[in-house]
């Protein structure tokens, strides 16, 4: 549970064992009071974080679409933002964070029943925790319709919606932070590289696989319509990443500042080494390549950001910049699979990437902030790999129930006239450009 870093001796004992040990909520909660530094800090991490979402991954995933289907896709994560946000607070936070059994809180917190202003949740007001975490719930589920992009049915993405993060992303988060099995196995996820990235990346990949490939494609030009708009969505995903990822500390401490910096480092590194390995391979830097790289190191780094050193996210930056170059145009073809955004190819590889790098970063002797008494290295790599497993079946078998349930209630995917047509018209009514 990464929301209880703290700075003294004895805040950074409860950060290590919550961290690391994955105590409950309930056993921090009562400790100190309300610090007005720490909720301020926290309610910009929280707006920064549902910033992302709208417009930051509107704008980048609606770029790389074509012109016809661009308001389809802002208008799926406009929705699941506020479908995600409703379950989040009817029984979502209660799920995750609750107490419960290994898989899933309890339902004790139902409707957010017993917390009030005075609720406290470390140093920070428990509705801000819960607003954190709910914005957490509702970029991740956004981030999978970029695999889905020009072909899939709106109906279907609600029903996806519901069912996924009921049964997928509320018990991954239980199950990492909020003191569920990967949490008492010692599993490292600081920020989200198997809840929100790997998670997402593969139910977006069976997504993908279900609905086939998109109307002409190998046969005719489809390009991304609006190279401006994908930076504009990359520049507001990066600044949103410091919400994303010095939030996660849970406090304007020495431990968000070291995750901010990493962020920069990170993304830094993975900008460089996309657009070197591009360079040399394409002969042209794209500014494509420039933002995928940001955005593959910040994966990279979002399970690392609290536990590594400035090197070590560094190299985990350099290294997730040629993993997602390799993810998007090698792993992709071999696939064979139309993940219209590249989802997998830099949310699942890198996030693979990084989850099991925070093994070998953390290391104490790389710079990290080290691992628990009696864990080495290798095991601690054995410990995040996994988790990565857990999540990857997981997300995947329910993933594939709720694209079914869906096709077998409003159907799938929409008509071939109806796609060469564009969604914005045919789903929306409504153009991007006259």
Known sequence: MKHFRRTTMRKWFQYTLVAVGGFPMSVLASQGGLDKADNAFMMIATALVIFMIVPGIALFYGGLLRSKNVLSLMAQTTVILALVSVIWIIYGYSLAFSEGNAFFGGFSLVMLNGITVESLSATIPQFVHVAFQGAFACLTVALVVGALGERIKFSAVL??????T?????PMAHMVWGGGILSQDGALDFAGGTVVHINAAVAGLVGAYLLGHRTGLGKEAIKPHNLPMVFMGTSILFIGWFGFNAGSAGSADGIAALA??????????AILSWTLAEWIFREKPSLLGACSGCLAG????????????VG????????SGIAGLWGVVILK???KVDDVCDVFGVHGVCGILGCLLTGVFTSSALGGSGFAEGITMLKQVGIQAFSILVCVVWTAVVAFIAFMVAAKTSGLRIGVEKEREGLDITSHGESAYN
């Open 312 to 319: 070590g996210a560094l190299i985990i930056g350099l290294l």
């Open 260 to 269: 901010f910096v990493n962020t920069v480092a990170a993304a830094s590194g």
């Open 298 to 309: 910040l994966v990279g780094v979002t399970p690392a950001a609290g536990t590594v050193g």
């Open 333 to 335: 073809r071999k696939l």
């Open 159 to 164: 029903i996806f919606t519901v069912i996924w």
């Open 166 to 170: 009921t049964f997928a992303y509320l």
